[in-house]
């Protein structure tokens, strides 16, 4: 498919997606800061579609950008994103979705660190896959094992490390402030 077929279907694919948000034109333009006209000729393929204009789009419909151009369908359903290290520690992404939900498999090697309690917005889930994880959250330092898993709100002072008997490999999810993953063994009232 060429470039200016591609471009062609942008068009009609923003009017599908937005009728099937239910959303108008007036509150689209609202949500974006984009003129209804500008709206009005992109859809009807008066208007090349570019990035300054896309992005705001994928945005407020909150879907990524290939749904909106058309990109062709992942065929590998394979996340073959790189580790990235930072402060020896390896973290390797396992979405992606930016300023969605982010989640990493993360290694800390062995050693004993000094908490520095840190905090910032969003919400943490963290499932241990093996090691011993130290956390530290508030007032609350504890050792959670392999299995075990722990949630949070980042605006509490935390911090998490090896409890230096070796590495630690967990699963961190975390999301902007509001989106809470809950994790029970057994519902509420139930023995």
Same mark, same amino acid.
């Given at each position: 498919?060429?470039?200016?077929?591609?471009?062609?279907?942008?068009?009609?694919?923003?009017?599908?997606?937005?009728?099937?948000?239910?959303?108008?034109?007036?509150?689209?333009?609202?949500? +974006?800061?984009?003129?209804?006209?500008? &709206?009005?000729? /992109?859809?009807?393929? !008066? $208007?090349?579609?570019?990035? *300054?204009?896309?992005?705001?789009?994928?945005?407020?419909?909150?879907?990524?950008?290939?749904?909106?151009?058309?990109?062709?369908?992942?065929?590998?359903?394979?996340?073959?994103?790189?580790?990235?290290?930072?402060?020896?520690?390896?973290?390797?992404?396992?979405?992606?979705?930016p300023?969605?939900?982010?989640?990493?498999?993360?290694?800390?090697p062995?050693?004993v660190?000094?908490?520095?309690?840190? +905090?910032?917005?969003?919400?943490?889930? &963290?499932?241990? /896959?093996?090691?011993? !994880? $130290?956390?530290?959250?508030? *007032?609350?330092?504890?050792?959670?094992?392999?299995?075990?898993?722990?949630?949070?709100?980042?605006?509490?002072?935390?911090?998490?490390?090896?409890?230096?008997?070796?590495?630690?490999?967990?699963l961190?999810?975390?999301?902007?402030?509001?989106?809470?993953?809950?994790?029970?063994?057994?519902?509420?009232?139930?023995?």
């Amino acid at each position: 498919m060429s470039a200016e077929d591609v471009l062609a279907e942008v068009g009609p694919r923003l009017r599908r997606i937005r009728k099937e948000r239910e959303v108008t034109l007036a509150a689209l333009s609202e949500a +974006t800061g984009i003129s209804v006209s500008t &709206l009005s000729r /992109l859809e009807s393929g !008066l $208007r090349k579609p570019s990035l *300054e204009l896309l992005l705001p789009i994928a945005q407020a419909h909150q879907v990524p950008l290939d749904e909106l151009v058309g990109a062709p369908p992942v065929t590998d359903p394979r996340v073959r994103a790189k580790p990235l290290v930072r402060h020896g520690r390896t973290f390797w992404p396992l979405t992606r979705q930016p300023g969605g939900l982010q989640a990493f498999k993360v290694l800390v090697p062995v050693g004993v660190e000094e908490p520095e309690p840190r +905090t910032h917005e969003g919400y943490e889930w &963290l499932y241990v /896959l093996s090691g011993r !994880l $130290r956390m530290v959250i508030g *007032e609350h330092d504890v050792v959670l094992a392999a299995g075990e898993a722990a949630e949070f709100d980042t605006r509490v002072p935390h911090w998490f490390g090896s409890t230096g008997e070796g590495p630690v490999e967990f699963l961190s999810l975390f999301g902007p402030q509001g989106e809470r993953m809950h994790v029970r063994a057994r519902p509420r009232g139930k023995a």
